[in-house]
């Protein structure tokens, strides 16, 4: 039977629900069992598509083409999970539902409400999405993880938090249940003397069992760690006992949440709630994850932590992009570069240009704005221009590639950034003044980059090309040689304009090679320049499919060449390690339930450690090209 574990959150937004859920699930999936997650946004929105990531940070994408909030990527990178587009709900799915429901006359006439209607339409969601696969097995999950959006409180969450209340009876006989339980997530402040208050927590606790949701576990997130007359305090207040209080201080890496969760002793606590009989845990006397030796299921994780916190070199690689001042917005981005630095032995250092300072009118308007910009740019090892829409800043995008293609620094363009390398190279090597894009000019006279015939350019929320999409490489190149000298691999895409097929001989005529293209060859995926230390994009996003045991391979083949190691990497005989395996000798998850005596660890010796580099699975459905009516 699943067992249902509900995050909710207090105090403020953003106090860290996500990570924590993750790492959360990462405990139980150490100890053998599956997990999904699912992340509930009480917004009328559809879906995530349309928002500008000034709003919620970036659009993930799912292998699906659901597009999501940005937690469902901590859930999938932590968990290295695959989940779907139903493991995000939002109120505007759950009434679009209900009301499609009512026009075909599912009610038989009756009045439809918030409860019962619109209550018992998310718990059957729920329940049917936490049955849903997510680890390439058809086994349904152990655990589901359910993190409630927003602040407790809130009005437009309110519908959710009565849901959960009658979830509780759905699943179990109530409160207290070994099948659902609640974690609370509240921000403890702190004074400008140190004084650790608990007011907020208590009162975001008490509105919340006023809803009918009494926590389990409470959760606060803080600068220091509590002490143990605030725990106490808490506890008393909160109707838990103090070891139920857990504290999740500032730490100097996400890595590192896992760890503090476990060395509070979650895991027997979850154990002892949920019953969950199945778990494998540290026996009495065993070393704790703390210690130095400690070789438990979670030996693997703390080797990534220990290993990112110890880095000394750096490497400075610029990001060009149009969303700067919120890093949220390039959160998978920032990630996948972290995983490759820390597989390469760097530490990354990471400057924000934003694209349009670099521009010729930011010349003229603020000339100081403008040298910074550029003097930032011109001391990176490595240039990275990531995806984006509408037309503001794409001149910057063009001069940074410009940058990088003519003075040699490594370049890794994505979606956007794939398209603005073409369209530099049209305009500086082919000599097509005025190429551009018909997204920015629709009546340019050499449009190298064209919308897409079956896509709608009226109706934006979710038409563009999406999900997951197999690209076939058509020569041998640095590329294929990162992945793994595979024919073939699949990716997430996200995009609405393509390059223009009519042009691609006049490109590789003149040495800017599409080294891989979509599975009728029409579509233009990946490209690549010779006579480069590395200028590769694609029109995929790769950072999407990025984990941190698991680096992905154009990520990684762009921080060896800012590091100056692809080179080397390059004249390796085919078949040798690409990455290196930082993980000990065991994987996180057997994909067999062990059979072992619950006092051991897993058996793991089903599992072969991951193919370096890479080797992506071939296993996505495919679109087809439609010619424009």
Avoid at 82 to 88: E, P, Q
Avoid at 366 to 377: F, I
Avoid at 557 to 577: M, Q
Wanted: aromatic share 8%; proline share 6%.
């Amino acid at each position: 039977m699943t067992k249902y574990i509900l995050v909710s959150g207090g105090v403020i937004s953003g106090v860290g629900k996500g990570v924590i859920s993750s790492s959360i699930g990462m405990l139980l999936k150490a100890q053998g069992l599956r997990v999904t997650s699912i992340k509930v946004d009480p917004y009328l929105n559809i879906d995530a598509g349309t928002f500008s990531p000034y709003e919620h940070g970036e659009v993930y994408v799912l292998d699906d083409g659901g597009e999501c909030d940005l937690d469902l990527g901590n859930y999938e990178r932590f968990l290295d999970i695959t989940l779907t587009r139903d493991s995000n709900i939002t109120t505007g799915k759950i009434y679009k539902h209900v009301m499609d429901g009512e026009r075909r006359g599912s009610y038989l006439g009756k009045t439809v409400q918030v409860v019962p209607h619109i209550t018992n339409a998310i718990q059957d969601w729920v329940e049917r999405v936490a049955k849903l696969p997510t680890d390439g097995s058809d086994i349904p999950p152990d655990v589901c993880i359910i993190e409630l959006g927003g602040t407790v409180g809130d009005i437009e969450s309110m519908p959710f938090v009565e849901a959960f209340r009658q979830f509780q009876f759905r699943v179990g006989d109530g409160p207290g249940n070994p099948s659902f339980l609640s974690v609370h997530v509240s921000l403890v402040p702190e004074t400008t003397d140190h004084e650790q208050k608990t007011k907020p927590t208590q009162h975001s606790i008490r509105e919340l069992r006023g809803l009918g949701i009494s926590p389990d576990i409470v959760i606060c997130r803080s600068k220091n760690e509590l002490g143990e007359k605030v725990k106490s305090k808490l506890a008393m207040f909160c109707h838990v006992t103090p070891s139920r209080v857990v504290s999740v201080h500032d730490c100097s890496s996400i890595y590192r949440v896992p760890l503090l969760l476990e060395s509070q002793n979650l895991l027997h606590i979850l154990k002892e709630r949920l019953q969950l009989d199945k778990l494998v845990l540290p026996g009495e006397g065993e070393p704790r994850v703390e210690d130095e030796d400690y070789a438990g299921p979670l030996a693997e994780w703390k080797s990534l932590a220990d290993r990112y916190e110890s880095l000394t070199k750096t490497v400075k690689i610029v990001l060009v992009g149009k969303y700067t001042e919120l890093s949220d917005a390039y959160a998978s981005v920032i990630k996948a570069l972290r995983h490759s630095c820390v597989q390469c032995n760097r530490k990354l250092e990471l400057l924000y240009v934003e694209a349009h300072d670099l521009e010729a009118t930011t010349l003229e308007t603020d000339p100081e704005r403008y040298h910074k910009a550029w003097g930032r740019l011109v001391t990176g090892a490595g240039v990275l221009v990531p995806g984006g829409f509408g037309t503001r800043g794409l001149e910057g995008k063009i001069a940074a590639v410009h940058w990088a293609r003519t003075k040699k620094v490594p370049f890794l363009g994505i979606c956007l950034g794939f398209q603005m390398a073409v369209i530099e190279y049209a305009r500086n090597v082919l000599g097509w003044e005025g190429a551009h894009t018909t997204e920015a000019v629709p009546d340019t006279p050499h449009p190298v980059i064209i919308d897409m015939p079956e896509i709608s350019q009226t109706i934006m929320g979710g038409t563009q090309r999406l999900g997951k999409r197999r690209t076939v490489f058509n020569r041998e190149c640095v590329t294929k040689n990162l992945y793994g000298n595979v024919d073939s691999v699949d990716e997430r895409h996200r995009h609405r304009y393509e390059v223009n097929p009519k042009n691609v001989a006049a490109f590789e005529e003149r040495g800017l090679h599409f080294v891989g293209k979509d599975h009728e060859g029409e579509r233009m995926e990946i490209l690549e320049l010779d006579e480069h230390p590395y200028f590769c994009a694609a029109q995929f996003h790769p950072e999407f499919l990025s984990r941190p045991l698991k680096p992905h391979p154009m990520f990684y083949g762009f921080i060896l060449a800012s590091c100056g190691k692809l080179a080397s990497f390059l004249k390796r005989a085919p078949g040798s390690s690409a990455i290196q395996d930082i993980r000990p000798s065991s994987p996180l998850v057997s994909p067999e339930r062990s059979t072992k005596s619950p006092s051991k660890s897993p058996d793991f010796s089903a599992f072969e450690k991951v193919p370096s580099p890479l080797k992506f699975s071939a296993t996505a459905e495919h679109g087809e090209r439609k010619t424009k009516v």
